[in-house]
């Protein structure tokens, strides 16, 4: 990777219109890549999300995450038109800011960073536990899963104060290093796998449910890529943004998209899906890629936790860092505390934005665990649903705000300003009620009315900042990467409807 060039490495300044600024230029497109991809979490998502997709999609596994594929580019394509006009640490924030207006945009990020700061906090608890089952398996160690959180969440806390350069390249080692793990894993099932390799996998027939099953399957495969638009929280702090985004963007979804598809492949041609007996077999263990590796890979099963254990790290280090940056976003422009935006005058970071995250994922954690339970998927499943519920609502918001961004621009192009937009709003329409559907088990039963609590206190607030203090949301959105776009940002929201 090349180095910072020293005509960027000053400290960030302060400006009248926006505050202070990250350190600029001092991320490459391989640093954005990973970032993305690591908040997929791809080794997480298969392996908590393929046992969850199996009952309905049944061997059609492989045709449900293609279809997730497809339906998500849609709304990749929203995030890459907007950061090749809007880099900013404020992604989607900064996104339906300028194409709904500051109201909206304040509404967005305060679905937003909530929905970050709940898989934050679920990340937190995760990591604990499955370390300390690992521990426990296959050492016979005993360690209390809130210690080994305590531990990661120190380390998450150090780099990410310190350098978001280091920890995006250890994001990209870690990821490099799990999923070489699981595609080695995969080339080896389906290779031994005889008869159980078949295109068959990719026809709706070969769902139980048919078409309806390989559509509710596709909804777990949509939840594994919520997250993919990470990168733009990296505008301001990455080389050329406006063509580094889009691209790292793009090139962490085709990454993961392809390896979701290749690895449902592989578990439905290693576990022989197209057999009744070991369909029955499929569905009743919650651990199937594992079992792949002890069945065709003995030597793997330990390799295959230890990337497991890589990957969820990984994945909260991301989080961590792309979350401080929306609050960052949002307290620099004085819609949360002021002192959120504040920059470490030696590390560049937003060191309050960081404080006050971490402090929030141990507090929040430890009363869940102590509510919920502190199993893997205890905390981490149900404010991931938390989470999931606010996201695809942002999705579906930049949707519309693309469409309104673009309506009268020159360069409008009705494929991808339109049409693709609203094949995104459609796509998340049937997830969203998926995962936000009444008559759930508790407490996920408690999952939308939460959010719904969490929705009427924004709107409450929007009004109250539009009563007291209209200049802080005709100011949202205002701060991009490039300073030579700040009139610009200023003049478009002048123009926007608060």
């Known amino acids: 990777m090349a180095t910072t060039p020293s005509s960027v490495a000053a400290a960030p300044t302060s400006t009248p219109a926006g505050g202070q600024r990250l350190l600029k230029g001092q991320l490459s497109l391989p640093n954005c890549v990973a970032l ?239 057999d009744p007996v070991q369909m029955k077999a499929f569905l009743g263990d919650s651990t199937p890629f594992p079992t792949l590796a002890k069945h065709y890979a003995s030597w793997m099963t330990q390799i295959v936790d230890i990337a497991a254990i890589l990957g969820l790290f990984s994945c909260f280090l991301a989080v961590q860092n792309a979350t401080v940056r929306v609050l960052f976003a949002m307290g620099r422009e004085r819609v949360l505390p002021p002192a959120l935006g504040r920059v470490h005058s030696k590390f560049h970071s937003p060191h309050v934005a960081i404080y006050t995250l971490t402090a929030s994922s141990i507090a929040i954690g430890i009363g869940l665990a102590a509510w919920l339970g502190s199993g893997v998927t205890d905390v981490y499943g149900w404010t991931g649903s938390l989470g999931t519920v606010a996201i695809v609502l942002v999705y579906i918001m930049a949707n519309l705000a693309l469409i309104r961004y673009f309506a009268k621009d020159p360069e409008r192009n009705v494929f991808l300003h339109v049409i693709l937009p609203i094949l995104g709003i459609l796509a998340l329409a049937y997830p969203l009620y998926f995962v936000a559907k009444p008559g759930q088990s508790y407490p996920y039963n408690l999952v939308p009315y939460i959010v719904l609590v969490w929705v009427v206190l924004g709107i409450a607030t929007y009004f109250y900042f539009r009563s007291k203090s209209p200049e802080k949301l005709a100011a949202v959105g205002s701060v991009l990467a490039e300073e030579e776009d700040g009139d610009f940002a200023e003049g478009r929201l002048a123009s926007a409807p608060v």
């Open 36 to 274: 993305s991809a690591a908040v997929m979490a791809p080794v997480l998502a298969v392996i908590l999300n393929a046992p969850a997709a199996g009952p309905q999609a049944g061997a059609a596994l492989p045709l449900s995450f293609l279809v997730a594929f497809i339906a998500c580019f849609f709304v990749a394509n929203t995030v890459i038109q907007f950061t090749k006009r809007l880099p900013s640490s404020g992604s989607f924030y900064t996104f339906c800011s300028h194409g709904l207006g500051g109201g909206a945009g304040f509404f967005t990020g305060w679905l937003y960073g909530a929905a970050f700061i709940a898989l934050a906090v679920g990340l937190f608890t995760a990591n604990g536990a499955f370390f300390h089952d690992y521990l426990l398996t296959e050492w016979h160690v005993h360690v209390a899963w809130w210690v080994l959180s305590l531990i990661e969440i120190a380390l998450i806390y150090v780099l990410s104060l310190r350098s978001i350069k280091a920890s995006v390249r250890i994001d990209l080692a870690l990821l490099g290093f799990e999923m070489i793990v699981f595609l080695v894993l995969g080339i080896i099932a389906i290779a031994r796998a005889g008869g159980g390799n078949t295109a068959h996998y990719f026809s709706p027939s070969a769902s139980p449910h048919h078409l309806s099953g390989v559509g509710i399957g596709a909804v777990f495969g949509i939840l594994s890529f919520i997250g993919f638009e990470s990168a733009a929280v990296l505008g301001e702090e990455t080389r050329d943004a406006k063509r580094s985004i889009p691209r790292a963007v793009f090139g962490a979804m085709i990454i993961i998209g392809v390896f979701y598809v290749f690895m449902m492949y592989a578990l439905a041609a290693g576990y022989h899906l197209n």
